[in-house]
């Protein structure tokens, strides 16, 4: 039994265990009757639902055990495949021209995710009629307690300025990625210029990268009933309200993120760009798409990531330790087709017309936002209320169109990381193909 299972590829098993987790979550909230459960919290006693109840203390705790054990990877991962990867290089200087190649193709791609998101906000108008006033106090209350000041261009220069880490062991601690990634460049550097006295370091970082794939690995044998837990959490406490409130936005932005997907990085990209076939590229990260569907964090996704474009795709570490941890940072693709979609869709809603200079504002913000964004639920909602300010709406205003959304955001933040994970490892396919890092063989290997 246990071996037939295993026989099965993960990627089905996960697509098995999504696919389960959705219809035991609808089955508990519409199909079973399930008693109202109270529970005291703080001085008072709630009722809640018994869908909710089992949902959000039985089957969420399941979920956040997984999550748990994949965060717990990043890290080591990423130090560890970063050092051994630029070691592997052999010359310091491709470093320049891959980050380059990097960071031309991640900004190419988020321009034409910005593009479509506006262009279908347009054309479906999701925001038309819709009574945002409904938004609940306790939605609102959320949303101002988490509401971060927007940032300004000095809030930009230290960000920067905070990739160098002062203390690299407190970088690593505190999981400040683009500053391990700062890091482990410069240590792969220094190993690669210290040359024989460096071999036994060398070594280490190649053999302790090998290690955490490997526990990587041993983790992913769970993600099946991770992702069953999670999607079952997600449809017994939200249900599908979603189809009643916020139809056409949810529409929007499934329909933007697959034609993002297929267009963008299956046609242009992996098909076009690269001549690559399409069904090879979709079967190697079906994996890392099933986490970033239900756990909706890029961050979370990205051990997951790098074992998929390792392993599946054969990318050479160098490339897939360097590109992807810096895409689960700054690429954000689904985000930011979602950013111009709220931007309209509080627009419509709230009856502000959009000039072509605001479009052109929208564009640009909704570009910098989703660099900023890190790769966490939600993140991306909390976000718009820039781009929501700058189509002319008041914060108090804005502050009401987020709430709306927020009870519902899972929902499409599921669909926005999905995308923004897929975005990262085409980049990373076409970056090592270019680099001479990618194993066709293993790539076409049926
Ligand atoms: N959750 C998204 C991610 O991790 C970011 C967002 O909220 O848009 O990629």
Redesign the pocket.
């Known amino acids: 039994m246990i071996s037939r299972w295993h026989s099965v590829a993960l990627w089905k098993r996960v697509l098995l265990g999504l696919a389960l987790g959705f219809g035991i979550g609808l089955a508990l909230r519409y199909v079973l009757p399930l008693p109202a459960v109270v529970v005291t919290e703080g001085a008072g006693h709630l009722e809640i639902p018994g869908a909710e109840y089992i949902g959000q203390y039985w089957i969420y705790p399941i979920g956040q055990t997984f999550v748990r054990l994949i965060k717990m990877l990043i890290v080591p991962l990423v130090f560890t495949t970063l050092v051994s990867g630029v070691t592997a290089m052999g010359d310091p200087k491709r470093l320049g021209i891959l980050g380059l190649k990097t960071l031309g193709l991640y900004i190419a791609t988020t321009f034409f995710a910005v593009v479509l998101g506006l262009t279908m906000g347009t054309i479906v108008s999701p925001g038309k009629g819709v009574d945002y006033q409904s938004a609940s106090s306790a939605s609102t209350d959320a949303i101002e307690s988490q509401m971060e000041p927007t940032s300004t261009s000095a809030g930009l220069a230290r960000r920067l300025i905070e990739i160098i880490p002062e203390n690299p062991v407190q970088s690593l601690a505190d999981g400040e990625i683009l500053a391990i990634i700062f890091f482990s460049i410069l240590v792969g550097i220094a190993i690669l210029l210290a040359g024989d006295a460096a071999e036994p370091v060398r070594v280490f970082f190649d053999s302790a990268s090998a290690v955490v794939l490997k526990l990587t690995s041993l983790v992913m044998e769970l993600a099946p009933f991770g992702v069953a837990a999670l999607m079952a959490w997600v449809m017994s406490t939200k249900g599908v309200g979603i189809l009643t409130s916020l139809l056409w936005l949810t529409l929007a932005l499934y329909v933007s993120c697959l034609l993002q997907i297929t267009l963008i990085y299956g046609l242009a990209i992996v098909r076009g760009a690269m001549g690559l076939p399409l069904k090879r590229f979709f079967k190697g990260i079906a994996d890392a798409q099933g986490i ?1 569907f239900s756990t ?4 979370a996704t990205l051990p997951v990531s790098i074992t998929c474009a390792e392993t599946n795709l054969g990318v050479k570490k160098s490339v897939a330790g360097s590109v992807l941890p810096l895409g689960a940072t700054i690429n ?1 693709d ?2 930011a087709i ?1 950013l111009g979609l709220v931007a309209l869709f509080a627009a419509q809603a709230c009856g502000v017309t959009v000039t072509s200079d605001k479009y052109v504002m929208v564009a640009l913000l909704a570009t910098f936002a989703s660099i900023g ?9 909390l976000l718009s209320a820039t781009v929501i300010q700058v189509v002319g709406i008041p914060a108090d205003q804005s502050v009401l169109v987020i709430a709306f959304i927020f009870p519902f955001d899972r929902l499409l ?1 599921m669909m ?2 999905l995308t ?2 897929t975005g990262d490892l085409a980049v990373t396919c076409a970056v090592a193909k270019w680099e001479g890092a990618l194993d066709e063989e293993l790539f076409r290997k049926e």
């Open positions: 970033a909706a964090s890029s961050s954000m689904g985000t979602y964004a890190a790769g966490i639920p939600s993140a991306g909602l933040d926005r990381t923004n994970v």
